[in-house]
């Protein structure tokens, strides 16, 4: 059973409930946000390819616990999206707690 990848689903549908039916940043809609996927993820490959190069491995992975599809460069699909979750989940609590404290600070009405 490939339990890397499943908890990879798992984390992404989380953080995406997360967002749509607690938190309610609109993250989603917000080009910045976009735009900051994408650089991550242009930093992400070359890390990441780095380290799961199958010809020298740093981090190696169980093939029987990911899909095995590996792109580009050696890189488990899986890893995309952990990263896109954690990067995720760590924006909408900044926006959440930036959108809290602005509304804890203003005066009795």
Not at 63 to 74: H, L, Q
Request: cysteine-free; glycine content about 6%; charged content about 20%.
């Amino acid at each position: 059973m490939p339990e890397y990848t499943i908890l990879v689903v798992v984390s992404l549908v989380a953080v995406v409930l997360l967002e749509l039916a607690w938190l309610r940043t609109g993250i989603f809609r917000r080009l910045s946000y976009w735009l900051s996927m994408l650089i991550v993820l242009g930093f992400q490959i070359p890390v990441d390819g780095w380290l799961t190069k199958l010809s020298d491995p740093i981090v190696l992975y169980d093939d029987a616990m990911t899909t095995g599809i590996r792109f580009p460069w050696d890189i488990p699909v899986e890893d995309f999206g952990f990263g896109a979750a954690m990067i995720t989940l760590t924006m909408i609590l900044w926006l959440h707690a930036a959108t809290t404290d602005r509304e804890d600070r203003r005066p009795p009405e």
